[in-house]
C-alpha cells in the first residue's frame, strides 16, 4: 500500500483548504483512514477519522471546522478544513488502517501553512 497526500499550501487564517489522500491497491475500501499532523516542535496529534462503514471523529480542536470524507471509488480520503487557524500549521499526514487494525501504513505527508 502506498499512499500519496496532496493539497497542501498557504492560506490565510479563516480560510479554506482542501488535502487528499491517494492509496494504491484494493484494500481502501475496507480500511480506516485518519489524518494526522505534526507541527514543528510538537509530537505528531491525530486529527480525524472515518471507518470503511462511514463513521467519523474529530480531534476538540478541529471539530466543527474540519470535515473527512472518503471515496472508495477513487480510493481516496479528504480532509476539508475550515476557519484556518495559524495553530493549524503543520504537516499533515494520512494513515490507511486494515481490518483489524492488524496494519497501519503512512503517507509522505503535505504541508499546510496558515498565516495570521
Known amino acids: 500500500v502506498q499512499l500519496q497526500a496532496s493539497g497542501g499550501g498557504l492560506v490565510q487564517a479563516g480560510g479554506s483548504l482542501r488535502v487528499s489522500c491517494r492509496a494504491s491497491?484494493?484494500?481502501?475500501?475496507?480500511?480506516?483512514m485518519g489524518w494526522y499532523r505534526q507541527a514543528p516542535g510538537k509530537q505528531r496529534e491525530f486529527v480525524a477519522a472515518v471507518s470503511s462503514g462511514g463513521s467519523t471523529n474529530y480531534a476538540d480542536s478541529v471539530k466543527g471546522r474540519f470535515t473527512i470524507s472518503r471515496d472508495n471509488a477513487k480510493n481516496t480520503v479528504y480532509l476539508q478544513m475550515n476557519s484556518l487557524k495559524p495553530e493549524d500549521t503543520a504537516v499533515y499526514y494520512c494513515?490507511?488502517?486494515?481490518?483489524?487494525?492488524?496494519?497501519?501504513?503512512w503517507g509522505r505527508g503535505t504541508l499546510v501553512t496558515v498565516s495570521s
Open positions: 491497491g484494493s484494500i481502501f475500501s475496507l480500511s480506516a
Open positions: 494513515k490507511l488502517s486494515t481490518p483489524n487494525a492488524r496494519y497501519d501504513y
